[in-house]
């Protein structure tokens, strides 16, 4: 079986990769003129808040100007962004949600995986066939629990050494990423492994920037989803697993309590556990 010691992907080889994927799609935003200059204006004022409160030095301003640079060099703007600020844009959209909570994306997400019935299990490896099994089922319904016909949920997750296919090169293009279509009434049930702790790669800027915080760079294990039906809106989340390592700590600040599945192993090894979506209306 790989292991970690053999096959470790690098913060430039995997930061690199979220970069390239990014960039395929340019983003565009239709903010006004007037709301960019005040974002802009305040973005500022913050950071000239922080330079004065400590009286940041010449020497230590220009340190930041080459972390700067080093961390777009190393392709390190997804990891870094989708760590430590993600998080708060996704406050604010959930501030106008009442159904499934979401969280942060990440970097990882690879849109058109390949598409799987409601009852499936996702592409994997033969070595990942040794790892615990898990059976992840339930429902996508609107806010008042009708299944919803035609429902999706876009599912990729790392695997049992906490690496996601095509951000490490030694795996095959869509291990462990599917596109489930639901049931006419919204059910599903997927067979997959479970995933381990994911470890920031700390090898670049972005590890440095967590190692001079004294922080460490774990986010728990995780399933990362998009669950979507015609006429709602879709939710962007993650699922984490009760008493699992970092749940308390993860470093992308990415876990709610809502959001912690608690499965149950059977007799026959395989963990076993169930979740409902409810989607608000569009
Ligand atoms: C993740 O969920 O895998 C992730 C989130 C933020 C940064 C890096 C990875
Ligand atoms: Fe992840």
Redesign the pocket.
């Known amino acids: 079986m790989t292991t970690t010691e053999s096959v470790s992907p690098t913060a430039l080889g995997s930061g690199t990769a979220a970069t390239d994927k990014f960039k395929g799609e340019r983003a565009t935003s239709d903010t006004s003129p007037e709301r960019l200059a005040a974002i802009a204006r305040d973005a500022l004022s913050a950071l000239h808040a922080v330079i004065l409160e400590h009286g940041v030095t010449y020497p230590e301003y220009r340190v930041f100007k080459q972390w700067l640079i080093d961390v777009g060099e190393g392709g390190e703007w997804p990891?870094f962004l989708?760590?430590f600020i993600e998080h708060a844009v996704e406050e604010v959209l959930a501030s106008s949600r009442k159904g499934t909570k979401g969280s942060?994306e990440?970097?990882?997400y690879v849109p058109d995986a390949p598409e799987l019935p409601a009852e499936c299990e996702l592409p994997m490896r033969t070595e990942d066939r040794e790892q615990t099994p898990l059976v992840f089922s339930g429902q996508i319904t609107d806010l008042d629990g009708n299944g919803l016909g035609g429902a999706k949920i876009e599912l990729w997750h790392a695997d049992a050494e906490g690496f996601y296919s095509q951000f490490a090169p030694h795996l095959p293009e869509w291990n462990l990423r599917g596109i489930i279509i639901a049931d006419t009434e919204g059910r599903y049930s997927i067979r997959t492994i479970q995933p381990a702790p994911?470890r920031?790669p700390t090898d670049g800027p972005t590890g440095a920037f967590i190692t001079a915080q004294n922080g460490h760079p774990w986010?728990p294990a995780?399933l990362?989803l998009i669950v979507s039906a015609p006429g709602r809106e879709p939710v962007t989340t993650?699922l984490y697993f009760r008493g699992g390592e970092w749940i308390d700590s993860d470093v992308?600040s990415a876990t709610k309590p809502e959001l912690i599945l608690d499965p149950v192993t059977g007799d026959d090894g395989v963990n076993r556990v169930t979740y409902d979506f409810a989607l608000d209306p569009a």
């Open positions: 990891l989708d760590v942060i990440g970097p990882y994911y920031i986010r995780h990362h993650q992308a």
